[in-house]
């Protein structure tokens, strides 16, 4: 009985841990885009006509990755790590 209850405890502390670093991840992403995206997409990521860039809600890390080395927009972007971008798409995942 006692193992169950410690099985049991180790799964819910995993489960926490799991939900902890999703929220930093979506927290750093926030970070991210409000420092290096918002001033072209827009403070929500809508996008800015007068600019010419396009809503990038809910756009994923290859979507990201793809834009920051094709585009000359992003020229100043590609100092991005895997992680960074990972965060970023895991924070636009959040805006609909
Ligand atoms: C200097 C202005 C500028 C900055 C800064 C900028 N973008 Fe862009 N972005 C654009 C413009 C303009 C386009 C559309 C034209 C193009 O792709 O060249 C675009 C297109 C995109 C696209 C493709 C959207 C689509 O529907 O095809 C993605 C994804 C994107 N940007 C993500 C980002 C992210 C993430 C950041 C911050 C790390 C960022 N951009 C910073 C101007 C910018």
């Known amino acids: 009985m ?38 072209c997409h827009g403070p929500d990521a809508a996008g800015k006509p007068a600019m010419k860039s396009p809503s990038i809600k809910g756009k994923t890390a290859e979507d990201i990755q793809k834009a920051i080395s094709t585009s000359p927009k992003h020229a100043s972007l590609k100092s ?13 995942a959040t805006l609909k």
């Open 2 to 39: 006692k193992k169950v209850i410690s099985g049991i405890a180790v799964v819910a502390m995993l489960c926490l841990v799991g939900s902890v670093s999703r929220a930093d991840d979506t927290a750093n992403g926030e970070k991210t885009f409000k420092a290096k995206c918002a001033a």
């Open 80 to 92: 991005l790590t895997a992680d960074q971008v990972n965060e970023l798409a895991a924070y636009l």
